[in-house]
């Protein structure tokens, strides 16, 4: 079975501080996709990562594949009281059509 | 606003009854995905559609069916319901059918409440 770790399930912290999610896996994926869920809404693709060791930054947000492709992370800086929210991540494995594998999920809360 | 259309939104119904979530995908997008998030099993990858073949699958009970229709809206039907099929369900589309190639879009879920 192909399961994805997320870590950790829970963060608070104050705004300006730094924090890094990790999502692990002992499978191989042919991408990683990182998603952010508000309540009440459905998930919204933040990226996908599809070549081991590539790293992508979305202004304070910043993306890593592992080069094994079978971890990734996620990095914010200088968090905001907006970026609040569930943060998913989701493997595609080889060979199995349009099937995602997502992660439990870390639940951010940026205190002002 | 994604695109994606979800019916209804709510839906309580009771134990061994049948229920039908409905659909609709953004303009131009082939491929139907189908979830169920719950606070114990995260979100579950069910089903995919695309272009009204399936595609890929994945923990969906036998209880649990789909299809994609020609005009490319889905339904998920959910029959014998038991209350630990209580939750959020999630429909997604995209233009072709590996995820990892392109964006897939959520539509806002159906919350099913089984009492």
């Known amino acids: 079975t192909q399961l994805l770790e997320q870590s950790p399930q829970f963060l608070s912290i104050q705004e300006g501080e730094n924090l890094t999610v990790y999502c692990n896996s002992s499978?191989?994926?042919?991408?990683l996709q990182w998603y952010r869920q508000e309540p009440g809404e459905g998930p919204v693709l933040l990226v996908t990562?599809?070549?081991?060791?590539e790293v992508k930054k979305l202004k304070r947000l910043t993306f890593q594949f592992g080069d094994a492709r079978k971890d990734s992370s996620l990095h914010i800086t200088a968090a905001q009281p907006g970026d609040t929210g569930l943060y998913l991540c989701?493997?595609?494995?080889?060979?199995?059509?349009?099937?995602?594998?997502f992660g439990q999920g870390t639940e951010l809360s940026v205190k002002p | 606003d994604s695109g994606v259309t979800q019916t209804p939104k709510h839906l309580i119904t009771a134990t061994g009854q049948r229920v039908t979530l409905r659909c609709s995908p953004r303009?131009?997008?082939?491929?139907v995905y189908w979830y169920q998030q719950s606070l114990d099993q995260g979100l579950q990858f069910l089903i995919q559609?695309?272009?009204?073949?399936?595609?890929a699958k994945g923990n969906i009970l036998e209880r649990f069916s789909a299809q994609q229709f020609p005009d490319l809206h889905s339904e998920l039907n959910l029959s014998s319901l038991e209350l630990g099929d209580s939750a959020l369900y999630f429909c997604?589309?995209?233009?072709?059918?590996?995820?990892?190639?392109?964006?897939?879009?959520f539509g806002q879920g159906t919350r099913l409440t089984v009492v």
């Open positions: 997604a589309s995209s233009v072709d059918g590996h995820p990892g190639d392109t964006e897939a879009f």
């Open positions: 499978s191989v994926f042919s991408s």
């Open positions: 990562v599809v070549t081991g060791g």
């Open positions: 989701a493997g595609a494995p080889y060979n199995q059509g349009g099937k995602l594998i």
């Open positions: 303009s131009g997008d082939l491929s």
């Open positions: 559609y695309y272009n009204g073949e399936e595609r």
